[in-house]
């Protein structure tokens, strides 16, 4: 659940936040290889999985066409990919078919992951929490702490505040992240990081956070 383009808003509804929260990601991914689709994994998530900081069962929200997934599975890890743009899922699918690599990815909107009737260990998020509106942020984050078992760690990668310039999605503070995983979280450490795109790198943060 991603999108680029738009200047950054400061509104309460920000323009990546629409009425059907579906439609202009799936018109992305039909469109073309959105900017974030980069054809490998974030940097961010290979240097936490080979530091062994990503265990277990992993849910990778908002996981696009796949590629940190299908890395994480790759190392062996139980691994379900979502994403709310069906053309993302179908070929993240066609990716893990022709590569041979074991693991599950289904189109749900992140905001509901008490549906899955499911628990992890590991949950990262690739550039989902910045795309939502204020009034979603505390949806996205209950949601969040019900696919995650006690004690399960939260990896959040979100474009920064510190990013210049007015291209990419809504711009994210450490403040916003400290306020938002306030209740119910440990916050163990927020450090800024990169996003990598087709533009190149951008100013990142990476929350990582365990459910208390």
């Given at each position: 659940m991603k999108t680029f383009g738009d200047p950054p808003a400061r509104s309460p509804r920000p323009a990546e936040d629409l009425s059907d929260p579906i439609e202009p990601f799936e018109a992305l991914y039909r469109r073309k290889a959105p900017v974030w689709d980069i054809g490998r994994p974030q940097e961010v998530f290979v240097n936490l999985a080979r530091a062994g900081r990503i265990r277990g069962k992993v849910l990778d929200i908002g996981c696009g066409t796949g590629e940190n997934a299908l890395f994480l599975a790759g190392l062996g890890h139980d691994v379900l990919g979502l994403d709310i743009a069906?053309?993302?899922?179908?070929?993240?699918?066609?990716?893990?078919?022709?590569r041979a690599v074991a693991l599950r990815f289904e189109v749900a909107d992140a905001r509901h992951l008490a549906d899955l009737a499911q628990a992890f260990d590991t949950v990262i998020d690739s550039g989902v929490f910045h795309v939502?509106?204020?009034?979603?942020?505390?949806?996205?984050?209950?949601s969040l702490a019900t696919a995650l078992s006690p004690g399960g760690r939260c990896f959040?990668?979100?474009?920064?505040?510190?990013?210049?310039?007015?291209?990419?999605?809504?711009?994210?503070?450490?403040?916003?992240?400290?306020?938002?995983?306030?209740?119910?979280?440990?916050?163990?450490?927020?450090?800024?990081?990169?996003?990598?795109?087709?533009?190149?790198?951008?100013?990142?943060?990476?929350?990582?956070?365990?459910r208390s």
């Open positions: 069906p053309t993302a899922i179908e070929q993240a699918r066609r990716k893990a078919a022709e939502f509106a204020d009034e979603d942020r505390a949806r996205f984050v209950s959040v990668l979100a474009f920064s505040d510190e990013e210049p310039g007015t291209w990419g999605p809504r711009r994210v503070s450490a403040a916003e992240i400290r306020q938002n995983f306030a209740a119910g979280w440990i916050l163990d450490a927020l450090e800024p990081a990169e996003y990598v795109t087709f533009r190149g790198p951008a100013r990142a943060w990476l929350a990582s956070l365990t």
